[in-house]
């Protein structure tokens, strides 16, 4: 039976979290190849609120180019069990998936296509993957949840013969959580009028590294925590939204119409990083600490978020578009330092400007919303349009991508300052920080050599014209 003929999915419907899935999920879902006994997996991308959620993609898992192994997604061994599941795959999908959306959009839950006899086992399966899949992607998070952070993920079992679904829920901040019903409904159009906010942000941060061997493990520490005190200012700042400070409990949409025709809209924001109090009466806790390099970023970095339009708030559409900011940030430094241990550490590294990936954008095909991928110098468009296909599996043509939001004079990059120089202007910088034995800095030590043998030469110069002058005295 050709996919085309399989009869369309229908939902089972159950009482709990409420799921608006866009209709081209279901096409997407009905169309997927399952052959004979083989099992697909894949991921819901959407967005969450404390009301309802929205599903707007899905994302098989890609085939998996190893000898000797089908893909986690298409196949298994022996077929009739799903213990030799890749998780570990389907998770370091889901993390290259995470990079590639914009503010607003995550993955919030998997699917699972399976044939009937293992109807049964795939809940615990769901349940495995949804839970590794968000601590793999949440792992180098730099910001922080809140409150009103939904942590129910959804999972979606699909009987491939029957086409029968099943929807459930799993806390995932509760490790012991059980599966709940949820109701999962189509619509069309479910994000044509979600609003967008863009946002563009210059970078100009400097970290100190304490012992540099320029080596990606050091730079990895010292950015890591570089980057978690600048996230923090991030979202400490104040954001303007098309230049003005709104109230946190403020309607984004205030003031439409209800009847009035879905259109997208869009908004400019701006991110305020308040500037450091001035020194108080308290002692400072800083501390002083001798650095032998430093890494430097500079910048500027184009943001996008979408926000649903189901009476969003101005705290809401802040938050997605700083959380835009804080990963598209981390996501490069990653690449980077992944590219780094790929490829090895060249010795023309140091002191040496070096390109991070430019951020370019696609549309999503039949939607109003983009994607976004990452461009390394070295890469052109047809290496993205490839990565889009591999990742999201769809076909994007290479003229529809927008390479231009980051223009290559104000790309992001990082400087690598050079240790040696460093290490110089440690010796000069620790001057006032107290007196120095010999043993302690070499450059002192070295002098005080020269003044002791300076002194032992002197003293035996006046000794012998001590002796000199006393023979001079006796025959006298």
Known sequence: MCSHCLPPLYPVVR??????????VEKYLSNLSVPGASCVTGLLIGQSSSQRDFVVLAVRTPQKDTEGQGSPSASRRAGN???????????????QVSRMLPGGLSVIGVFLVTPPELSKEAQNTLRRLIFAVDKHISKGRLWSLTEEDVTEKVTLHICSKTRKVVCRTFDVRDPK?????????????VCTSWPLLTCSVGLDLVFPVLEMHVLPQDMEKCMKEGLQTWAQQIEGGLCLINGNAMPDEVELLGGQKKNAKAVQQMFLAQILIPMAEPQSERR????????SGSLTLKGMVQCRAYLHSNKPKAKHATEVIKRDVINTVSSRVEMFLEDLLMEG????LVGVQQGLPRRVFAPVPGMSLCVCDYMFPDECVSDVSDRLKEMLDWETPEDSIDTSQEAVPEAPTIDIKNPVVQKNLRTKSTVDAGPKTPSEDPTEAHKSHKTYYAGVAMAAAIALLAAGTSLLYLSD
Do not use: F, N
């Open 345 to 348: 550490v060249d010795k023309g």
């Open 284 to 291: 400072s806790t800083a501390s002083v600490k001798v650095c």
């Open 81 to 95: 069990s799903l213990d030799h599941l890749d998780v570990e795959w389907v998770t370091e999908h889901a993390r």
């Open 177 to 189: 959580s059980s599966a709940k019903p949820a109701d999962w409904k189509y619509q069309s159009g």
């Open 15 to 24: 009482m709990g979290r409420g799921y608006i899935v866009e209709d081209v």
